[in-house]
């Protein structure tokens, strides 16, 4: 079972930037993706990204591509999300989340551990 505890979320004008972060424990971290999704009010939750175990292979949403990056460091057992020219859109509850496997994809699926969301609140 890994633990996860995000942090980094806030309060931004549009354009701003923010950089969540997600630290883990209870699993050896490089062996395993990791994933951020997000959830606004309302709506379902949904993929944002994806980085393989090493952190040479990444994914994204197409509304956050070229805006977001993902990260990690596997000395420190923590995934970043680096958020830049942020929209009101990205108006959300963050969540990271670790993959069963040491590569992930968009999908939900075989994401098995959640941590508790950092809000997000991007202002016009």
């Known amino acids: 079972q890994v633990q996860l505890v995000e942090s980094g979320g806030g309060l931004v004008q549009a354009g701003g930037s923010l950089r969540l972060s997600c630290a883990t424990s209870?699993?050896?971290?490089?062996?395993?993706?990791m994933g951020w999704f997000r959830q606004a009010p309302g709506k379902e939750r949904e993929f944002v990204a994806v980085i393989n175990w090493s952190g040479g292979s990444t994914n994204y949403a197409d509304s956050v591509k070229g805006r977001f990056t993902i990260s990690r460091d596997n000395a420190k057992n923590t995934v970043y999300l680096q958020m830049n020219s942020l929209k009101p859109e990205d108006t959300a509850v963050y969540y990271c989340?670790?993959?069963?496997?040491?590569?992930?994809?968009?999908?939900?699926?075989?994401?098995?551990?959640w941590g508790q969301g950092t809000q997000v609140t991007v202002s016009s």
């Open positions: 209870g699993r050896t971290f490089s062996n395993y993706a």
């Open positions: 989340a670790a993959h069963r496997f040491p590569y992930g994809s968009s999908s939900s699926t075989n994401f098995r551990s």
